[in-house]
């Protein structure tokens, strides 16, 4: 069903914005439309949970995210999608998607964003 493949990342001041892509190119549409997308991201050790979108289309955020980052899906485009406002140098990290299909789970290489205060 072909990789998970994100973009967009790179290095912005700190109250600017990005937005990140996600995109499973070779999924057959009826298969993205079933998956659950997420955002993790990782500064250290620990991957963590930034937002997810169900099918449908139920959100979740994590609370040091929340009000500011917003996950969309654009099913006809195959694209996920994470919009991130008034970053802060905590937002640091490099972004991975994850698709989810039933128990099977899927990563992407991850992208860098870099907030520079």
């Known amino acids: 069903q072909g990789p998970v493949v994100e973009s967009g990342g790179g290095l912005v001041q700190a109250g600017g914005s990005l937005r990140l892509s996600c995109t499973a190119s070779r999924i057959i549409l009826s298969f993205f439309n079933m998956n659950k997308w997420s955002w993790y991201r990782q500064a250290g050790d620990q991957r963590e949970l930034v937002a997810s979108i169900?099918?449908?289309?139920?959100?979740n955020y994590a609370v040091s995210v929340k009000g500011r980052f917003s996950i969309s899906r654009d099913n006809s485009r195959k694209k996920v999608y994470l919009q991130m406002n008034s970053l802060k140098s905590e937002d640091t990290a490099v972004y991975y998607c994850?698709?989810?299909?039933?128990?099977?789970?899927?990563w992407g290489e991850g992208t860098q964003v870099t907030v520079s205060s």
């Open positions: 994850q698709r989810q299909a039933g128990s099977s789970i899927y």
């Open positions: 169900d099918t449908d289309g139920r959100t």
